[in-house]
């Protein structure tokens, strides 16, 4: 069963720790995403990642860091930098092609407090 | 990356047919028009996409004029459960590429 896989759905951290949240994809995709949601916005682009070992920063990457080392999976990093860190996160995964379409996770729900 | 501009929101009627235009005005000759569909709490999911006249698929229709500078998604016979967000995405095929969603349209379908 082909997908992205996000863990864990619902996450907890007081305020100043880093939380790591999961992100894998066996749909053999080479570019794999992250996104921000906020309630009531839309998505907006964290941090991105073309090939393994190699990845870019999005419109809002300050506070966080990420990983490629596998094709697989790429991590996301939320760290005591980041101002205000509850959100709602979605990681999305695209293959190569004529097909533009991504696929998104189920999400992870981060609260800080 | 083309910036996309659409209506922050629409209201609509169980049965109705439902046009959500986006603008595109500095769309590149490579880019391509992707539209998502967005319910709470869960992760976009992709509709259809187009490059130039008309697409159809088994969801949706998206109509794109010749200087495809905006495009039209059209779903026919809404029902209560297309209540959800739509995104239209503006960018060029093939992996990779920085891929940027605007704030989309909150489409609310009612009895």
């Known amino acids: 069963d082909g997908g992205i896989t996000q863990s864990p759905k619902y996450l907890f951290r007081k305020e100043g720790q880093n939380v790591t949240l999961s992100c894998e994809q066996n749909l053999n995709h080479d570019a794999m995403y992250w996104y921000r949601q906020d309630p009531g916005q839309g998505l907006r682009l964290i941090y991105y990642?073309?090939?393994?070992?190699?990845?870019q920063k999005g419109d809002i990457a300050e506070g966080y860091s990420v990983s490629r080392e596998k094709k697989e999976s790429f991590p996301l990093t939320v760290t005591s930098a980041q101002k205000n860190p509850t959100a709602f996160y979605l990681c999305?995964?695209?293959?190569?092609?004529?097909?533009?379409?991504?696929?998104f996770g189920p999400g992870t729900r981060l609260t800080v407090t | 990356l083309a910036k996309t501009t659409q209506p922050i929101s629409m209201d609509s009627y169980e049965g109705q047919e439902v046009n959500i235009t986006c603008s595109h005005n500095?769309?590149?000759?490579?880019?391509?028009i992707t539209w998502y569909q967005q319910f709470p709490s869960q992760g976009p999911r992709f509709i259809i996409q187009?490059?130039?006249t008309k697409v159809t698929n088994e969801v949706a229709s998206l109509f794109i004029p010749a200087d495809r500078k905006s495009s039209t998604l059209s779903l026919p016979r809404v029902s209560l459960s297309d209540t959800a967000v739509y995104y239209c995405l503006v960018a060029t095929t093939g992996g990779g590429n920085k891929l940027t969603f605007g704030t989309g349209t909150q489409l609310k379908v009612e009895l």
């Open positions: 500095n769309i590149a000759t490579n880019d391509y």
């Open positions: 990642s073309q090939i393994v070992n190699d990845f």
């Open positions: 187009g490059y130039k």
């Open positions: 999305a995964s695209r293959g190569t092609g004529a097909s533009y379409e991504q696929y």
